[in-house]
């Protein structure tokens, strides 16, 4: 039976302290203390995970951004091709009107 006026753990708790209770308690330690060693590591593996697809999307934004860069080049080109293309046409139809 427990003792409220006891000062130490088997005092209050009893003398079947050390037997029932410490056991019980010290497994659910041990057993808090692994699931939060599991959860430790699996933090650890999706932090890594977590890097290398930042890593992958930082390359994917860099190759579209060159990509585009060549687009625009491109695109620049056709149409000073359209604008040199239509410059002449008129240069023709003026200079043989």
């Keep these: 039976m ?27 330690a041990a057993a808090v203390k692994g699931s939060s060693m599991a959860k430790l590591e699996e933090l650890i593996l999706l932090q890594k995970q977590s890097s290398e697809l930042a890593a992958k999307i930082e390359g994917k934004r860099n190759r579209t951004s060159t990509l585009q860069s060549h687009i625009d080049e491109v695109s620049s080109l056709e149409l000073c091709l359209y604008s040199l293309g239509c410059n002449l046409c008129y240069a023709f139809v003026v200079y043989y009107a």
């Design 2 to 28: 427990p003792n409220a006026n006891g000062s130490t753990a088997s005092e209050i708790m009893g003398l079947d302290y050390k037997t029932t209770i410490k056991p019980g308690l010290e497994s659910f």
